[in-house]
């Protein structure tokens, strides 16, 4: 069974450990996994969780200026970070912090944006993570535009483990709304591109509910564009590990594009500048508040796995230690330097680039206590 | 050491400048810790709760409960550590950086005994703490920690590749404003090719900053100046500050205008018959002391009008969902002072007899111009009249006293040619003529209605017997 032979019955999603932490296999997504890997997975899930909320406590603390929370969506992201390979490529919008762990990209790093001391802050070839996009949707074009070069490098189809990449493109159900994206599809279909859409629906567009933007589940759209699409419970974090491994897999080996529709929910505000209590009844939040994505996990450790309780007060201590680190690391990110504007664009900085910032160095040293 | 922290309101929703206290979840000596909730505020955006930034022991709590914070104010000071607290007193909040300052807001009556130092700073939060910018970046002391410039010989290039001149800042010290400069360099580069002395411009730019408009517009004025010889001056422009009655008056228009949906509607009509029969009235032996004007007419047509439709002199109550009709007519009558616009009114002007009316109007325009009208007299107009036609004036589009659904504007009474008579009689004859213009709220008055109150006051001035009927 591949993807590209599934036709999913509606309105059926892929699940693998039920919200009561029940293990269930689904017939065509098997998921060879270990004990052990489960406990890491529950170990990322609530590290990206408490840094997560400590980043909207520092928000509202007035040390950054704008917080888009994940809580709720941890699964969807760590699942799918975890099954990217050395050499994919990720492109994530600017909620995608799961991700951004999964990639080994430090949670201060990631700060530095909301707080308006970097437009970015690492080394997109470096963690293989490109940099935060606030652009709705423009980075499924970006993501299409790497993976038409990965096509041109030869790195598709060859077989060879470590070679074969393929490029993870990170939206929401707002942004599946966006010409970018849409775009982003045709391309990708008709380059049979190795690139993977990741959506993860969680149900709101800032306020706007995703039923007002599709008559159509979102998954069924890539049917329209040519290639396969599906749903997954974006709160099983097995299920999207398995599922982004199957399309992943399709991808790098040649097959093209794949939707994967992570169906979640943004349990937070849209971001710490909004109040979703205006718009959105508080029964829908109860309810998914019994889907948890940590909770489930850690009801199968617990009575499944035989997990005891020093496991889950270590990664409780763990977590406390980085909710400090943090903290103090955010107060002493460093303003950047006005010099800075010049780094980053070029490779090889163009004479006139050169020459410009030789002169606003010289004018900048004329200042008091300049230091030089 | 202990030591005082305050924890300044942030801005929890880009761009906002206050919030208000909702709740307060702990109080003076309470411990407190990391991320624990301590107030629920209100913003335009949102209703979100603060968590501490510090761990330690309420010292003072400087906002109650329904406060309007700006932010970059302290709202609440935490004791941080053990032992005595520490001499050197904790940062202050927003340093004034000239400017209005903010109120000072309502203290804690318990805490005022020991709050801090910086708490009798905090009136001074000054237009810079409005900005919206984060806490720590910008709004607090720092923006005034701007490096001074030096002149330094060896750094000439650099000065005029970005069209700065050097020791500028220095010789701003002895401005007439004290203020620095603030012009983007290519500004500077502009002003130096023009010849613009920057400290001679009035900036109309961003946050002060002087405008490439603004060096173009004083290259345009000093030009002629220098053709003819004199010394340029400052003061091409005059700047009046805006408070008092024009503020006021600011105010009330813009928040009508742009809440209240205008229409307005005109009439020209031939008073001749209403002109004499004030000239019949002006002779009655009981209006010998008092002013018998045309605009006494006008506000008893307004008041039959009224009566007719009533609508006419109702309030939009926005807040309770409700259109209010009132049943008594407080007539508001424009008068121009020399502290600006007041609109005081007649209470009950309804209720009284042509020469109660015409005493009433005399003493309300005496008070106004005298400047002694209280607010109590400007208080619950319902409908309004402005009288243009005393500057010579035809008509206009008057703008509604906020709260009122109609103003009527009353034009100059002028000689001019009338077509009069039907038929075989029809000529062109000279007679009294004006104009009329009511605006009223198009939120409760339709154009119906409207435009049978301005035909009922154009009517009865037109053939004043009609109010017998």
């Known amino acids: ?372 | 050491m202990a030591e005082l922290k305050p924890f300044k309101l942030p801005d929890v929703g880009e761009g906002l400048t206050e919030a208000d206290i909702l709740r307060w979840d702990v109080k003076v000596g309470d411990p407190v810790a990391v991320n624990q909730v301590l107030v629920e505020v209100e913003t335009a955006k949102a209703a979100v709760e603060l968590p501490a930034p510090f761990a330690g022991v309420v010292h003072a709590i400087h906002f109650e409960e329904g406060a309007t914070v700006d932010v970059g104010t302290p709202i609440i000071t935490i004791r941080v550590g053990e032992g005595e607290v520490a001499e050197t007193a904790p940062a202050t909040g927003p340093t004034a950086d000239g400017g209005d300052l903010v109120p000072s807001p309502p203290v804690d009556g318990g805490a005022a005994a020991d709050r801090p130092a910086s708490a009798a700073e905090r009136p001074a939060a000054s237009k810079a703490g409005r900005e919206s910018v984060l806490v720590g970046y910008g709004v607090s002391g720092e923006r005034g920690r701007r490096r001074r410039r030096v002149a330094r010989e060896e750094a000439p290039s650099a000065n005029d590749a970005f069209g700065v001149t050097p020791g500028a800042h220095a010789a701003n010290a002895v401005l007439p404003t004290g203020r620095a400069v603030l012009a983007k360099p290519p500004v500077r580069k502009l002003a130096k090719t023009l010849g613009v002395d920057l400290s001679n411009i009035v900036a109309t730019g961003p946050n002060g900053s002087i405008s490439r408009l603004d060096v173009e517009e004083a290259a345009k004025s000093e030009a002629p100046r220098r053709g003819s010889g004199s010394a340029p001056t400052a003061g091409a422009e005059t700047r009046i500050p805006i408070k008092g009655v024009r503020k006021h008056t600011a105010a009330a228009m813009v928040a009508s205008a742009f809440t209240a949906p205008h229409v307005t509607e005109f009439v020209t009509l031939d008073v001749s018959e209403m002109m004499a029969l004030r000239e019949r009235i002006a002779a009655r032996r009981e209006f010998r002391a008092v002013k018998v004007s045309p605009l006494l007419f006008v506000a008893r047509a307004v008041l039959w009008a009224a009566k007719r439709t009533p609508i006419i002199n109702s309030t939009w109550d926005e807040s309770a969902g409700e259109i209010v009709v009132k049943h008594y007519v407080n007539l508001g009558i424009a008068a121009a002072t020399e502290r600006g616009l007041i609109v005081p009114n007649i209470k009950n002007a309804d209720s009284l007899s042509l020469l109660e009316l015409a005493e009433s109007i005399g003493a309300l325009t005496d008070t106004a111009r005298a400047g002694r009208t209280s607010p109590a007299d400007m208080a619950g107009g319902t409908f309004t009249i402005t009288n243009v036609g005393v500057f010579g004036v035809d008509t206009g589009t008057p703008i509604l006293n906020p709260g009122e659904a109609g103003i009527l504007a009353f034009g100059a009474v002028r000689r001019q040619p009338w077509v009069v008579g039907t038929g075989e009689d029809e000529r062109i004859e000279p007679r009294w003529v004006t104009q009329l213009a009511v605006s009223f709220d198009h939120r409760s008055v339709d154009g119906q209605q409207g435009s049978e109150f301005l035909a009922d006051v154009a009517a009865v001035l037109r053939d004043p017997g009609l109010a017998l009927l």
């Not at chain 1, 909207?56 to 699942?79: D, F, M």
């Not at chain 1, 979102?218 to 398995?242: K, M, S, T, Y």
Request: one cysteine or more.
């Open chain 1, 1 to 372: 069974m591949t993807l590209h032979g599934h036709v999913p019955p509606e309105p059926d999603l892929v699940q693998l450990l039920t919200p009561e932490g029940t293990r269930v296999q689904h017939p065509d997504f098997p998921l060879e996994i270990t004990d052990e890997e489960i406990k890491s997975l529950y170990r990322d899930l609530a590290l990206v969780r408490r840094f997560d909320g400590e980043a909207t406590a520092l928000q509202r603390q007035g040390e950054l200026g704008l917080w888009a929370s994940c809580l709720g969506q941890e699964a969807a992201q760590v699942g799918a970070g975890r099954a990217l390979r050395t050499q994919d490529m990720a492109f994530p919008t600017y909620r995608e912090h799961g991700v951004a762990w999964c990639r080994d990209v430090d949670p201060v790093t990631l700060l530095g944006m909301f707080r308006g001391v970097s437009l970015g802050g690492w080394n997109p070839n470096e963690n293989n993570f490109n940099l935060y996009t606030i652009v709705l949707g423009a980075q499924a074009l970006h993501a299409v535009g790497y993976a038409m070069g990965v096509t041109r490098d030869g790195a598709v189809g060859t077989g060879e483990p470590d070679r074969d990449t393929a490029v993870l493109a990170f939206f929401g159900d707002g942004a599946s709304s966006q010409g970018d994206v849409n775009e982003a599809f045709i391309w990708a279909a008709a380059g049979n591109l190795p690139v993977v859409f990741y959506c993860q629906n969680n149900q709101w567009a800032i306020s706007e509910p995703v039923e007002r933007q599709s008559r159509v589940p979102l998954f069924h759209r890539a049917a329209g564009f040519g290639f396969p699409g599906i749903r997954i419970d974006g709160n099983d974090v097995l299920a999207c590990l398995a599922v982004s491994r199957v399309a992943l897999d399709e991808a790098r080996s040649g097959q093209g594009p794949t939707l994967i529709e992570a169906y979640t929910y943004r349990m937070g505000a849209h971001t710490t500048s909004d109040d979703p209590t205006r718009y959105r009844l508080s029964e829908e939040l109860e309810t998914w508040k019994h889907r948890d994505p940590i909770e489930r996990v850690r009801a199968y450790l617990v009575r499944q796995a035989g997990v005891a309780q020093d496991f889950f007060d270590g990664i409780d201590a763990e977590a406390e230690e980085l909710a400090v680190r943090i903290r103090a690391a955010c107060r002493a990110l460093p303003d950047p330097g006005p010099l800075s504007v010049f780094d980053n664009v070029f490779v090889d900085l163009p004479d006139e680039l050169a020459e410009q910032r030789e002169g606003y160095r010289e004018y900048l040293s004329a200042f008091e206590g300049a230091g030089h």
